[in-house]
């Protein structure tokens, strides 16, 4: 596999550095600046991109709030403040910051808001958190390089409280474990070019092509239960009688059965029970190296091979990056040797080389803890043995410490 193919755009190593500035900038600011920060990319200007007008995920709600704090971004590389969800409710009319929280889950869940860092003062005070804002959803190894709790975010929002959030989340899960079972590197570079045309076609057509974050597949059914649920609003609607106003009983009685039958939403059956087989790595030796987001995502790569195979498998890299700081080439993505070496193991042409080294080294230190409690134990017994009879452990120890028994009572 080569090793030096350029998975990160350049445009995310300049983000990168942009948000080092803006921390330092925060703590040079001290206490004034007690606030989250913003850092748009994108050209300054109040034009919207027409990908998320005709983002067919998004709901109207996440659009306006995403326009609302794009308006809230002066440029790239000035600083910002990510507006507050009380302003976002009140800049784009809407009635809840519940649905200002919602709109933002959904914005990160797809992509389209990366959460970067989280900022400190030098007495380690939380300053604010640093966002994102991007023009287009960010592919998946530009998101896991930026947003350093991504993985566990998908994993925590899967129990959100709100049904939609859950829903998007299920579906942007149930992509990445298609992607995965199907051999696909998830991690690979994707020409900009082709993703958008596959955007455009999926928005213009339907959806028979990728749309960022979600497969053809998906796409459709998160399609088609949103529109189910619509169509079920509607019969709802359809249902109710107009009652007689001098009847305040009857009143009473269709406005509880409307409220009580159109605002509730269900988690589609087909996302609850894609559940993702990620397997725990907690039982397993991950190498040290590996960050919370890649160990989430190694997770899922290795729930696609045997279980005999996976421990060798991670050894395998643990080695590989062993032989790099021996002056081997470096290995530029850890996940994307390990996707490598998962289909090597499916291939039947997985061979132990590097990792047989990490192995025999664990196998070695194992004897050598063993040995020492054996030493342990053995002395332990010795000294019981030579301990007189009826002889306390604390006599024993004023023994050894020279001090007088203690009297008898």
């Known amino acids: 596999m080569a090793q030096d193919d350029p998975e990160i755009r350049p445009q995310t190593y300049a983000l990168d ?5 803006t921390l330092a900038r925060g703590r040079r600011a001290g206490h004034a600046a007690n606030a989250d920060a913003l850092l748009f990319l994108g050209n ?4 919207f991109p027409v990908v998320v007008v005709q983002d067919p995920i998004l709901e109207p709600v996440d659009k306006l709030v995403w326009m609302v704090i794009c308006q809230s971004g002066r440029g790239t590389g000035a600083k910002a403040e990510f507006p507050s969800y009380a302003d976002i409710a009140r800049l784009a009319n809407i009635s809840s910051t519940s649905t200002v929280s919602r709109a933002i889950a959904i914005l990160r869940a797809t992509r389209w808001l990366s959460l970067c860092a989280r900022s400190r003062e030098a ?9 994102a804002l991007h023009d287009e959803p960010l592919p998946l190894a530009d998101a896991l390089h930026l947003d350093p709790g991504y993985m566990a975010f998908l994993q925590d929002a899967a129990n959100h409280h709100h049904a939609r959030v859950r829903c998007v989340v299920a579906a942007v899960s149930a992509t990445l474990d298609d992607d995965i079972r199907s051999g696909k590197d998830v991690l690979a570079p994707v020409n900009p070019i082709e993703r958008r045309l596959d955007a455009i076609h999926a928005i213009e057509r339907g959806g028979d092509r990728r749309y960022f974050s979600f497969n053809a597949e998906v796409l459709a059914r998160l399609s088609s239960s949103g529109a189910r649920r619509d169509r079920a609003d509607q019969d709802q609607k359809s249902k109710v009688v107009k009652p007689d106003p001098q009847n305040s009983k009857a009143v009473l009685r269709s406005s509880s059965k409307y ?3 159109t605002t509730t939403t269900t988690t589609p059956k087909n996302y609850s029970e894609s559940a993702r087989e990620a397997v725990s790595i907690e039982t ?3 190498p040290a190296r590996l960050k919370d987001n890649q160990r989430a995502l190694a997770a899922r790569y290795l729930a696609t091979i045997p279980v005999e195979d996976r421990q060798p498998v991670l050894d395998e890299l643990a080695g590989r990056l062993l032989a790099e700081q021996r002056g081997a080439k470096p290995v530029y993505d850890e996940l994307r040797y390990l996707h490598h070496l998962c289909v090597q193991v499916n291939r039947g042409g997985f061979v132990p080389n ?4 990490i192995q025999a080294e664990r196998d070695r230190r ?3 803890a063993e040995r020492l409690r054996e030493e342990a134990a053995q002395r332990e017994r010795k000294e019981r043995a030579a301990r007189a009879p009826g002889e306390s452990p604390l006599a024993e120890i004023r023994k050894r410490l020279g001090m007088p028994k203690a009297p008898q009572r």
């Open 123 to 131: 007495n380690g005070r939380f300053g604010g958190n640093v966002y």
């Open 354 to 357: 590097l990792g047989l080294k």
């Open 259 to 261: 409220i009580n039958t």
């Open 284 to 286: 397993l030796i991950v």
């Open 44 to 47: 300054s200007h109040h034009a």
């Open 17 to 21: 550095a942009l948000i080092r500035e």
């Open 366 to 368: 194992r004897r050598e």
